[in-house]
């Protein structure tokens, strides 16, 4: 049997060595991935707890429940349900910036980030609800990136 001098040893060292460093960055790899899924799922789970507490909230307001029958039948709101509803319609459009922002980022899925989108087409195609957006926009309360989107999906309905 041969008998192995140091550079050999040292060479079987450096080859084990690269092997650790290889099985270590696939280990973090896996962990970056599990860790971006689980900030996914969070930021996902905090804007549908957001959405519930807002329509929980929403459901449970007569006067807003009256702004909004009165809304969909064509009728004209009073100042107070104007100011009422503008509350709510400026929740829902920061609800659906944040959402638009984390995925830009990457930190929300965009099966989810779709829901938020349609959500946002659907209340803000309604005059009132435009108006207040524009008013919102034009004021320089909205993200410029957001805004971009924004009209682009308005502009395209």
Known sequence: MTKLRLT????????????????????????????????????????????????TSASRNPELAVAFAKLSEGKELTPAEIIQYGYFVRALVYDVQEAFLLMEEGRLDEAYWNTRAALFSTYVSQETARDIYDRDKEIGLLHERFVVWADGELNNR
Do not use: C, F, K, P
């Open 8 to 55: 050999d040893w040292a060479s079987l060292a450096e080859i084990v060595g690269a092997v650790g460093v290889v099985i270590s960055l696939i280990y973090v790899g896996v962990q970056v991935r599990a860790n971006t899924d689980e900030i996914r799922a969070t930021n996902r789970q905090q804007l549908i707890g957001r959405a519930h507490s807002a329509t």
